[in-house]
């Protein structure tokens, strides 16, 4: 059984950045492809990235390629996503997941706003 906690949201004017975290507890995420999802009000979840077990290959949704960095520190069992240069498009509540295992953490609101 792994727990999943984000944190790392917050308000944030357009064109700055924030750094999300998901620590991991209660077992390994060492071999789990993980990733980054995030839901804005009225929308269905959507994809924003992903990274392989070993960090050997990352994946990005076109609409933030460029401006996020999926990665990972399997020592710490964390996940992280550095969002730069964001958008009011990028409000959503980001959520981390163990692909390929139905392990959901309970999300951390990100708002872009003047």
């Known amino acids: 059984q792994v727990q999943l906690v984000e944190s790392g949201g917050g308000l944030v004017q357009p064109g700055g950045s924030l750094r999300l975290s998901c620590a991991a507890s209660g077992s390994t995420i060492r071999t789990y492809t993980m990733g980054w999802y995030r839901q804005a009000p009225g929308k269905q979840r959507e994809y924003v990235a992903t990274i392989t077990s070993t960090s050997s290959f990352t994946n990005y949704a076109d609409s933030v390629k460029g401006r996020f960095t999926i990665a990972r520190d399997n020592a710490k069992n964390t996940l992280y996503l550095q969002m730069n240069n964001l958008k009011p498009e990028d409000t959503a509540v980001y959520y981390c997941?163990?692909?390929?295992?139905?392990?959901w953490g309970q999300g951390t609101q990100v708002t872009v706003s003047s």
């Open positions: 997941h163990t692909v390929g295992a139905e392990y």
